[in-house]
T-cell receptor, first 113, second 109 residues
Framework: IAGITQAPTSQILAAGRRMTLRCTQD?????MYWYRQDLGLGLRLIHY???????GKGEVPDGYSVSRANTDDFPLTLASAVPSQTSVYFC????????????FGPGTRLTVL | GQNIDQPTEMTATEGAIVQINCTYQ??????LFWYQQHAGEAPTFLSY??LDGLEEKGRFSSFLSRSKGYSYLLLKELQMKDSASYLC??????????WGAGTKLIIKP
């Protein structure tokens, strides 16, 4: 692994189903983030984690949950997907929170029907 | 509310210079980032400004005026590979990034 990876690359999901998007980084970064990117809108922060064992809510957390059991992994779970969650999801990491450069994963394109 | 404004789209000619503006109104300010995002790809870091003035990095420069809530990204000697979206983001008082919708830059030969 080099950098930050996400899985799956893309997914089509029926509404009401549960889905976990995976994110793994090998840079030993303390902070990790989940964003969604929708056409015409800026990236919006869903959840973040400043260090393993802690998480926080971003701008649009409803319908999503995260966990940070270790430094490397930061999965995002949609408990019961809805069509408005159709989006491109980016995971990112940085050495620490705050004014540090964020490194982004390749993204997951999710379609909820 | 918090707001980041950028032009939606700009067109420029290969070899020319283009300036992409960003104005912001946020709850606090702890720095401003510019990222580049090619279509279908992840954003990649270009620059970070926390003090007023111009930061130059090769063909790219970024300027910040905190009193005016204004920044610009200057791209010189444009190349076709510079065709991308350019995202402006401000670190607010909670140290969370607030992102603009991005400026799609189209380079013509």
């Amino acid at each position: 692994i080099a950098g930050i990876t996400q899985a799956p690359t893309s997914q089509i999901l029926a509404a009401g189903r549960r889905m976990t998007l995976r994110c793994t980084q090998d840079m030993r970064h303390n902070a990790m983030y989940w964003y969604r990117q929708d056409l015409g809108l800026g990236l919006r922060l869903i959840h973040y984690s400043n260090t393993a064992g802690t998480t926080g809510k971003g701008e649009v957390p409803d319908g999503y949950s995260v966990s940070r059991a270790n430094t490397d992994d930061f999965p995002l779970t949609l408990a019961s997907a809805v069509p408005s969650q159709t989006s491109v999801y980016f995971c990112a990491s940085s050495e620490a929170g705050g004014g540090n450069e964020q490194f982004f994963g390749p993204g997951t394109r999710l379609t909820v029907l | 509310g918090q707001n980041i404004d950028q032009p939606t789209e700009m067109t420029a000619t290969e070899g020319a210079i283009v300036q992409i503006n960003c104005t912001y109104q946020t709850s606090g300010f702890n720095g401003l980032f510019w990222y580049q995002q090619h279509a279908g790809e992840a954003p990649t870091f270009l620059s970070y400004n926390v003090l007023d003035g111009l930061e130059e990095k090769g063909r790219f420069s970024s300027f910040l005026s905190r009193s005016k809530g204004y920044s610009y990204l200057l791209l010189k000697e444009l190349q076709m590979k510079d065709s991308a979206s350019y995202l402006c983001a401000v670190l607010d008082s909670n140290y969370q990034l607030i992102w603009g919708a991005g400026t799609k830059l189209i380079i013509k030969p």
